[in-house]
């Protein structure tokens, strides 16, 4: 998924939250400003 976002031109970004870049996770900001969190822990 995260290729797949990258191949369509959203660069990854740093969220605020330092806990996603902890868990490995890769956060991504819409056009409309809302956070894509993708994580790699199951839930």
């Known amino acids: ?3 797949r976002l990258a191949a369509a ?3 990854p ?3 605020p939250n330092e806990y996603w870049q902890e868990t ?3 956060c991504f900001v819409d056009p ?3 956070w894509l969190i993708l994580s790699p822990a199951a839930w």
Request: negative net charge; contains cysteine; glycine residues 20%.
């Open 1 to 3: 998924m995260v290729a």
């Open 9 to 11: 031109g959203h660069e």
């Open 13 to 15: 970004r740093l969220s």
């Open 24 to 26: 490995g996770a890769c």
């Open 32 to 34: 409309d400003g809302y």
